[in-house]
């Protein structure tokens, strides 16, 4: 029913890590560039990270994460992780997974939305 579905939110310590995944019921997924977003108590939601859907793919980072967190795919699963260490208290958000056949992705421009899961992390 729901075309992108995220997992793994959840309360973790400054320093831990934690891993969200996304699957997707998009065909075909292999098209799709996939992103993480994030949006922070009280701001708008704002681009985590992105990988496209061709082969050797482009990935961007946001500054704030860059060597923090990972993104992959696996378009035989049609799922995208967002790797995340050494996570701090600023990384407390709703996490979105996203997919659109644009890149670089735009928030304004995705084509599929997840509902969100939360992460939360204490100091």
Known sequence: QERLV???GGLVQ???SLSLSCT???QPFSR???AWFRQLP???REPVASI???TGGSIYYADSVRGRFTITRDNTKSTTELQMHNLQP???ATYFCAAGTVYPVRSN???YWGKGILVTVSS
């Open 32 to 34: 799709f560039a996939v």
């Open 90 to 92: 600023e990384d407390t």
């Open 52 to 54: 496209s859907w061709w």
């Open 14 to 16: 400054a320093g831990d």
């Open 6 to 8: 995220e997992s793994g």
């Open 109 to 111: 421009a995705m084509d």
């Open 42 to 44: 009280g701001q708008n």
């Open 24 to 26: 997707a019921s998009l």
